[in-house]
């Protein structure tokens, strides 16, 4: 497990609870709640990078690459999807979809670490 | 659960025809997250290890598709789409029952996992979870 895979844990978790606490005090989704979940966004653009960067240095992904970049690129797409999808309607539940995204992307990361050594 | 929503306030009866409202809205967004798994899982053991155990791998594609349809028809109003609902969920059901107890009474018929090997414990039991919450949300917003 590597920074980026521990930058996932500890953003995804801190949004995950974040917005579990919001949802279960019946709030909407709010500026906390909705930029912790793009501060995990931040996250997987940095992995991204990194992962561009260090490809393009010499670096050999140990298991299969495109493995590797299909979960980056569903990673990506799923903080983007579920803030669009919560702000549509904004009760409670829509911050438990934003909840559920931190967890997701941390899973994910831990499988793409898997993949990458 | 008031107080906050903004939307629909002046119609609340006519509006019953819809799932995705409210908790619905949770519902949907995981189905989309297993709709989207399921599809990448099937697709990669398709393309790479097909011929190794074509039947889990022709399940898990099964799986997938009764993922895309369920989020779909749960995302969409009206009678239809409830009753398309309804049928993908009780299949889910029904698959993730079958499966996972063929899976662990004869392992060997299952050397492959799919999302419905074990009743889902790879993904943390979520998939025996889904259907039955999904058919509680169905029963509450049952077309009148």
Redesign the interface.
Known sequence: MDGYFYALLIVGLVSTILCLVAGLMKKAPNDPTIYSVLAVEVVLLVYLVGSIVRVALGEQIAGEPWEFWGYMLTALIIPLGAVYWAILERTRWSNFVLAAVGVTVLVMGARMNQIWY | ?T?????SAGQQPKQKDTR???????L???Y??FA??AT?RAG?QIA?KFAEAPLAHILSAFAAVVYIIATVSLAKPGRTWFKVSLAAVLTELVGVLVVGAISLFDPVAFPHDTVWSLFGRGYGFVPLLLPILGLLWLNKRRPS
């Open positions: 659960m107080g906050t929503e903004t939307n995705n409202t409210g908790p619905g809205r949770l949907i967004a995981v989309a997250v989207l798994s990448a990669y790479t």
